[in-house]
């Protein structure tokens, strides 16, 4: 391994444990509680070496959550997605709420921490602009197709997800007993997601289910 080669991998290195760290740290006290000398002091670097890698704090979340969304998009597109617009929706918004709720840390830090670095989300090939571009496509198959009555793409691209994220949010943020009169009841997903489609097919019929 060459001198360059080794110093490359040193720098990843030390990159990934101070993404790490940050990690733990925000997951642990809140975005707003951590300072860039906390994520210094957790892995015993100077302040000076977190900035080499990282221009402020905003930045160093831009990374953390850029990460979480590649991961995201892979579950999303883990298998071959139907042809169907409507059961790609539907294939779509499963497995954002499976990934949700199996990273509930993670999907909190996504998608309920504050932080400039969202200025930057939707920005042309980032994966949060990606993964909503997937969605979005379904959207416009399903209008073409003259399923969905024809409207403001990213209205209706904005509904679905946020049925979707809705209920992620609250079984994340919920114990079970806190939900009125009874614990989240099994199928809460997939009803949302038919209830959804219901109100924006122009037969008002779940076709293709």
């Known amino acids: ?43 015993e670097y100077s302040p000076t070496t977190i900035y080499l890698h990282f221009e402020n704090k905003d930045a160093l979340v ?34 954002y709420a499976a990934f949700g709720m199996a990273n509930p840390n993670h999907y909190r830090f996504m998608f309920m921490t504050a932080g400039d670095w969202k200025t930057h989300a939707n920005d042309e090939g980032t994966p949060p602009a990606r993964s909503y571009a997937v ?33 992620v949010s609250l079984v994340i943020t919920f114990k079970p007993e806190q939900f009125p009169r009874a614990p989240p009841r099994p199928g809460l997903v997939d009803a949302s997601i038919e209830t959804t489609l219901h109100g924006l097919l122009i037969d008002r019929k779940q076709e293709g289910r």
């Open 135 to 167: 969605l979005r496509e379904a959207v416009v198959n399903a209008m073409d197709q003259g399923l969905f009555k024809r409207d403001d793409v990213d209205l209706v691209s904005q509904v679905v997800w946020s049925a979707i994220h809705g209920v």
């Open 62 to 95: 831009e990374a953390l959550c850029l990460e979480d969304f590649e991961r995201l998009s892979a579950a999303m597109n883990n298998e071959p997605l139907p042809e169907n617009p409507l059961d790609r929706i539907r294939a779509l918004g499963r497995a």
């Open 1 to 43: 391994m060459g001198i360059t080669e080794r110093r490359g991998r040193e720098k990843e290195d030390v990159r990934r444990k101070i993404l790490h760290a940050a990690h733990d740290l925000f997951e642990a006290h809140g975005y707003e509680n951590v300072t860039m000398r906390a994520v210094a002091d957790t892995i």
